[in-house]
Structures are given as structure tokens and as C-alpha cells.
């Protein structure tokens, strides 16, 4: 687990493809302290196991099914991405919980300056619109954020000083993807009740309804 506030930004310095996955080797530091094989290390909001490291930089495997759901397969040699370690027991928890599972990819229409504060405005698909409310949590490329605005098409962050300096977020142009892992506790809540496979059904007034209903 995460808590979707970044430690450090990496740089990539190598991607090599084969045909639907990836391996990655990122620069980095901080995140690098105490690093052993198996880690786990929250890139761009992907949950990645370190498979190799040194010094100054480490490299992970990323499967097809992360490739697809996930903007890492725009990633080349050069690329920023936001770095942090899984969670130890006795850590601070200042954001949100984080998995490093990401539901989708979301893409940036728009920026709009506030006094200290930027806003963002991402536009994203009615799956996971259906999971974004009006300040509840989202980690956008692994970023812990309070959701400032939403509705049917889109949804708005709004970014202090503080994350722009120790993320990549405004660093991102329009139209640039991003990673989107919508609060947990909705996902969870939905498929209790099976909320979503159910489908209104729409029905008139006829006879059957006015018996039932004791009218008839």
C-alpha cells in the first residue's frame, strides 16, 4: 500500500518493449534507501517490483495488462515519473490509501491559475466518473488529491505550491495522459450491494401495476 504523496521525481533511463510488455530502468535516490529485490515502488501510481538495482538506479518488469491500463507505455528513455516506497507499519499516513492498482487513464484538457493554487481539469470515461465525488480521494499518477469538482465528462483537482515542486503533474502539457486510481471503499461498496450490473428497468402504469400497488 500507498499513501500517494511522492517521495521523489525519477528520471527513466531505459525502456526496453517486447511485444506487449516492458522493462524499465529509472534513475532515482531517495527511494533507493534500504531498496531490497521484491520491493515494491509506486511509479507514476503503479505498484512495480523492483527486479534489479544499484546506487543510483533500479529496473522493473511491466506486464501487458499494465501496459494497457496504464500511460507507462509512453514512457521513454528521458521520461519524469513520480516515485514512492510501499508504506511501513508506523508511517505517517498524510494522503490516502493507495494500491498502485490503477482503474484507467485520464487525460488532462485543461490548466487555470488561482492565486497560489492551479487548477486541473482531467477528462475521463463514465467507468470511472461513476467512482469520482465531490471531495473524496484520487491518486493521479500517483498522486494523493482531493477531487475539487466532477460531473458527467470531467473532474477537477486543484495543485499547491508544495505538489508542484515534488511531483510532475504540472509538468504534463494538454492532452497528456494520465494514471487514475479511483478511492478503494467506492469499488468495494458497489460490489456488495452488485450495484453494477443491475439495470433500471423502466416500466408504465398498466393494470399488473395498479393491482400490485392496490389501486385495482
Not at 492532452?175 to 416500466?203: H, M, S
Request: proline residues 1%; glycine residues 10%; contains cysteine.
Amino acid at each position: 500500500m500507498f499513501t500517494g504523496l511522492i517521495e521523489e521525481i525519477g528520471k527513466v533511463e531505459a525502456v526496453v518493449k517486447a511485444a506487449k510488455s516492458a522493462e524499465i530502468t529509472i534513475r532515482a535516490h531517495r527511494v533507493l534507501e534500504g531498496v531490497r529485490l521484491g520491493d515494491s515502488i509506486c511509479t507514476n501510481g503503479v505498484c512495480l517490483t523492483v527486479t534489479s538495482f544499484g546506487r543510483e538506479r533500479f529496473t522493473v518488469d511491466v506486464m501487458a495488462e499494465t501496459m494497457r491500463r496504464s500511460n507507462l507505455g509512453r514512457l521513454s528513455s528521458g521520461s519524469e515519473v513520480n516515485l514512492e516506497r510501499a508504506l511501513s507499519l508506523g508511517d505517517r499516513l498524510g494522503g490516502h490509501m493507495v494500491s498502485g492498482h490503477i482503474d484507467g487513464t485520464g487525460e488532462i484538457i485543461a490548466y487555470e491559475k488561482e492565486d497560489n493554487a492551479v487548477w486541473i481539469t482531467i477528462a475521463a470515461s463514465s467507468e470511472l466518473l461513476r467512482y469520482i465525488v465531490e471531495k473524496g480521494s484520487i491518486a493521479i499518477d500517483g498522486v494523493s488529491l482531493t477531487v475539487a469538482y466532477v460531473d458527467d465528462e470531467v473532474f477537477k483537482v486543484s495543485i499547491i505550491p508544495h505538489t508542484k515542486e515534488m511531483t510532475t503533474l504540472l509538468k504534463k502539457k494538454i492532452n497528456d495522459v494520465v494514471n487514475l486510481e479511483c478511492d478503494i471503499i467506492g469499488k468495494y461498496v458497489e460490489k456488495l450491494l452488485g450495484a453494477k450490473d443491475e439495470t433500471p428497468v423502466k416500466r408504465g402504469i398498466d393494470l399488473n401495476f395498479l393491482s400490485e400497488n392496490g389501486f385495482a
